[in-house]
């Protein structure tokens, strides 16, 4: 578990979600510590909704937890970005058809989403 927030992250989420972006997330978590995080973090409730490996029993990067979170929340894939820290859980999700950014820092993200067109 992540001992705490990153705060510049949490804020850019928050700004996409207050300028309407759909935001939903996907994570290689274990049910029960998705749970701790949600109590400690206030935020995890700010997106629409979770999609949790340990609850779906497949992880990142297999195709299937990518189908079944645009499934699950009546994604496109094409038009669906997912932002993440590990380069195989990019290049899965380019493979499900989805686009995708590598996490580096806060500022390179802001960046990016600005580069993918986003207004927040």
Known sequence: MVPHAHDESVRLM???????????LLTNSAADTLLEARKR???MERPRGITV??????????RAIF???????GLE????????DSQKNVEGARAAGWQSV?????ATLEA????????F
Do not use: C, N, W, Y
């Open 14 to 24: 928050e700004r996409l979600i207050d300028a309407g972006h759909d935001v939903t």
């Open 41 to 43: 973090f206030p935020f």
């Open 53 to 62: 490996s340990g609850d779906v029993r497949t992880i990142k990067p297999e």
């Open 67 to 73: 189908d079944h979170h645009a499934a699950a929340f």
């Open 77 to 84: 894939p094409g038009a669906t970005l997912l932002i993440d």
């Open 102 to 106: 590598l996490f580096k820092d806060a």
């Open 112 to 119: 990016d989403l600005k580069r993918f067109g986003l207004e």
